[in-house]
């Protein structure tokens, strides 16, 4: 955040800036367009493979779809903890970091991907408007599980990690 947004902020809302601002929702939606043509590839696959979608469509309640969503929830935790991002995210140039810039943890890492439920309400509208409306840019399942979303470059530790029994 540059100086005179800082003083801007301070001005309008009567708050300090924050230590950390999370990168808005452009870059992030796509991110998030690349890991959904990922996974609308992934449904096709295992769809074809089934015999339980057609290309077009997915049954929900199928032994595929139940797969398919243990994928997913997997996908984010496991690429969010190990690599910083998913691979849409990484794609992009941003990476997902916890209020001190560390890596995150699986505790971090599950919380925010279980509130992607809620944030991926609406096709994302749900968490575009909560990162709109923070000083921090953060939607739901970052301010729960106190991570930003940011610029690969931007990453830098601030200070030494929070205990996991002290972050929620």
Known sequence: ??????????????????????????????ATIIDIVIFWVIA???GMITGEGDGASF??????????????IAY?????????GT???????LRVVREDGAKLD???AIVRTL??????LFFYLIGAILVWTSPTNQRLGDRVAKTFVVKKDAVVATAAPTPPEQRF
């Open 1 to 30: 955040m540059g100086r005179i947004q800082e003083g801007a902020l301070s001005m309008v809302t009567g708050m300090t800036p924050p230590a950390r601002v999370g990168e808005g929702v452009g870059m992030r939606a796509v």
């Open 59 to 72: 049954a929900l309640g199928t032994l595929s779809s139940c797969f398919l969503f243990i994928l997913a």
């Open 106 to 108: 699986f505790q971090t």
């Open 115 to 120: 509130l992607r439920v809620v944030d991926g």
């Open 44 to 46: 096709f696959v295992i």
């Open 76 to 84: 984010y935790v496991v690429m969010e903890m190990q690599y910083g």
């Open 87 to 93: 691979i849409g995210k990484l794609a992009v140039g």
